[in-house]
């Protein structure tokens, strides 16, 4: 149960940013390209990590992994409201580092039901 509210957590915290866009287009009046630039963010940085730390959890273990993964996502969750007040790069960085630590949630949740 654990796994699977730990990939919960992940799935909606990368989901959300889509559904509160509009909210957040409308508070900073972004255009377009820096609406797609924000939700590019954390694709971006989930891209970098994603293989590489599924190979990690396969040597090292996935729990530590994963817990590293939650607990930045969540951080970053936490000062997300912050950054997005700060304007476009801040929040773009915010959202970028948020996808690098999510990015071997996934591979490691794997990594860790075929070891269960």
Do not use: H
Request: aromatic share 12%.
């Amino acid at each position: 149960w654990l796994l699977f509210g730990c990939r919960l957590v992940c799935q909606a915290n990368r989901i959300l940013l889509g559904a509160l866009l509009p909210a957040i287009r409308q508070d900073l009046t972004l255009s377009d390209a820096e609406a797609g630039s924000l939700l590019s963010a954390f694709a971006s940085g989930y891209m970098f990590t994603q293989i590489l730390g599924g190979a990690f959890a396969d040597l090292l273990g996935g729990k530590w992994i994963l817990q590293l993964a939650i607990t930045a996502v969540s951080l970053g969750s936490l000062v997300a409201p912050v950054a997005l007040q700060q304007g476009l790069r801040p929040a773009y960085c915010t959202y970028f580092f948020m996808g690098i630590f999510e990015g071997p949630s996934f591979p490691t949740a794997g990594s860790m039901l075929s070891k269960w």
